[in-house]
């Protein structure tokens, strides 16, 4: 482990910073120079009382953003729906989107997801359809059966 300045890696992290990085991207690059560099008395990069402060404090100057800003109006989905033919007079392009559509909106899937629905792979009762996908899923999870999809009817 090399001996550095608290200043020099702070200024390191500051150019980061200024390239506009995330703060979490910034706190990894803090982290991996920890690897290599020691401040003494401190063990551990983290355990300077500066450093504490010099995250904080770029955490307060551009604290993370969410991810989804807003929430889209289901409303508008069903307002749509209502405006066209019935399902007997759709052609199969405009049926196959109402039908996608819905099944996203009943069972809050992904549309990876519903890629991967298959009507060989359907399985249907007088209350439901099941589908159960042969595919590995962004959801699935090693060493478990993969997840089948049930829809029931009202």
């Known amino acids: ?57 770029l955490f307060n100057l551009r604290p993370p953003k969410p991810k989804f800003r807003f929430i889209w109006d289901v409303k508008t989905v069903f307002d749509f729906f209502r405006g066209i033919p019935e399902n007997r007079d759709l052609d199969d392009t405009l049926l196959t989107y109402k039908m ?25 009762s007088d209350i439901s359809i099941t589908f159960a996908p042969d595919h590995v899923l962004k959801q699935s999870r090693s060493g478990r059966k993969l997840d089948t999809f049930e829809y029931k009817s009202i």
Request: glycine share 4%.
């Open 100 to 124: 996608v559509m819905l099944l996203i909106l009943l069972g809050g899937q992904r549309v990876d997801t519903i890629f991967w629905f298959r009507v060989n792979e359907m399985f249907k």
């Open 1 to 57: 482990m090399k001996d550095v300045d608290i200043y020099t890696i702070m200024e390191f992290l500051s150019t980061l910073y200024d390239k506009c990085l995330s703060i979490s991207l910034i706190k990894s690059a803090k982290n991996a120079t920890a690897q290599y560099v020691c401040i003494p008395p401190y063990k551990h990069l983290s355990e300077h009382p500066l450093m504490n402060k010099y995250l904080k404090g």
